[in-house]
């Protein structure tokens, strides 16, 4: 089995899962091409994901020259294709959230990538996200290649699902991966129910060996670590209000918050406007060790998300057995059993995320310990990446046969056997 997978961009931090996914789908002995937008020159701190980029081919990096040029290759040697391609990007601008250009720019994309997917025999070619990487996929079936499917993870795709055009790429694809219930509930909204049974669940994963190492009970320290990117969506300002009414009621500890973002400085802001720097920190990116490290210091990890998918982070501190602190938002409740490995409250409720630190904080360690042990066995029976790897591997097969099966009962045939 030979797929491709598109990401926007690809390595990156905060997309270590999709790293695991691909190595799991290796091993079980698919071969996988892999297709990013950007990333070639972004930061990156892991040498898993240094040694991901040597593997990855990049549509931007060669610049708009190269996208021309391959848009009027396309335009010449199939025309018929390239005016339906165009068609259906002018739909997708018409209610969508960017104009026109920058769709033309999505088809000038998928224009590229179909040769490279042509000259290496893919099979499928699967997207993560279902914003504009589901869109390229789309166009580059449009344009001769082969059957496509997508991931969906939210809360993106749940903000603008009629803007992204989200119905029209559920229809279009062979199948869509949601990584929780409420992810597929959501997409059941946008199509009709005879579409329902194309939307499948397949949980985010671990690898085994990222909690085999012998792991110590949580901190006695008075120390809560709150790993994600600084955004809106993550909540960690409502975080540092809840540490200055903990401070103020004389509560000592302290909050570790691990990443960056484009709310840092607003964040940095308000934690000097409290006079908190000696209670909050802010690391700024971490490779994996780093924040492996930062979890197994910690009593528990924090995550307030206004708006979420299904975090990976809050499996990785679950498989470290450490306790959570996070809301009732979207998969998390899926996962995480208030009583039982942490502590849930309602989104944007500052009074009830002060009174889940406070609790926290005064749990004696050993009941933390409990909790966490519970909180590993429970993520390592639903998140294990080999058995979602597996999964995939069933949904892709599937696909392909289904594919080859509608080829071979059909008089016609074209570059891509197994495309429409």
């Known amino acids: 089995m030979r797929i491709a997978y598109l990401v926007n961009q690809y390595p990156m931090v905060s997309h270590s899962f999709i790293r695991r996914e691909i190595l799991a789908l290796e091993r079980r002995g698919v071969e996988v091409v892999r297709i990013a937008v950007r990333g070639w020159d972004a930061e990156i701190v892991d040498e898993e994901d240094h040694l991901e980029r040597k593997r990855t081919r990049y549509v ?73 990487p589901a869109e390229v996929a789309m ?7 082969p059957q496509w499917s997508f991931t969906v993870h939210g809360p993106e795709e749940f903000d603008k699902p009629e ?5 029209q790429k559920v229809l279009d694809s062979a199948f869509v991966v949601s990584i929780s219930s409420y992810g597929r509930s959501q997409l059941y909204r946008w199509v009709d129910h005879p579409h329902w049974p194309k939307v499948k669940v397949v949980h ?15 901190s006695a320290a008075p120390r809560l ?5 600084l955004c809106e969506q993550k909540g960690q300002l409502l975080l540092v209000e809840a540490t200055r009414r903990l401070v103020a009621n004389g509560t000592d500890f302290n909050l570790i918050l691990v990443g960056d973002g484009e709310m840092r400085t607003e964040i940095e802001s308000l934690v000097a406007r409290y006079h908190l720097e000696d209670k909050v ?10 924040v492996r490290q930062e979890l197994l210091a910690a009593r528990a990890f924090v995550l307030p998300s206004f708006a979420e998918g299904l975090p990976v982070v ?53 009941k933390l310990e409990v909790m966490g042990e519970a909180a590993h066995d429970r993520v390592m029976a639903r998140h294990k990446i080999d058995t979602s790897a597996a999964r995939l591997y069933d949904l892709f097969q599937r696909a392909i046969s289904a594919t080859i099966t509608r080829e071979k009962s059909s008089s016609g045939s074209n570059q891509f056997p197994h495309s429409n």
């Open 225 to 229: 670590v709150c790993i994600g990117r």
């Open 204 to 218: 985010c994963g671990l690898e085994p060996g990222f909690c085999n190492a012998s792991i110590g009970a949580p």
């Open 60 to 132: 931007l990096r060669d610049g708009a020259s190269a996208l021309m040029l391959a848009a009027m290759r396309t335009l010449l040697t199939q025309p018929g294709r390239f005016i339906r391609a165009l068609a259906l990007a002018w739909r997708m601008s018409r209610r969508g959230e960017n104009p026109l250009p920058l769709h033309l720019i999505y088809l000038a994309e998928a224009c590229r990538i179909e040769p490279w997917l042509r000259d290496a025999d893919v099979q499928h070619l699967h997207a993560h996200f279902g914003t504009n």
């Open 163 to 167: 803007f992204i055009g989200l119905r």
């Open 281 to 290: 920190l802010i690391t700024g990116f971490l490779s994996g060790d780093r």
């Open 139 to 145: 166009l580059v079936h449009t344009l001769g290649g």
């Open 314 to 366: 809050i499996m990785e501190a679950m498989a470290l057995r450490r306790p959570i602190i996070s809301t009732y938002v979207a998969g998390i409740p899926e996962l995480v059993q208030p009583g039982k490995h942490g502590w849930l409250v309602p989104a944007g409720d500052v009074d009830a995320l002060v009174c889940a630190m406070q609790a926290c904080l005064d749990t004696p360690v050993g």
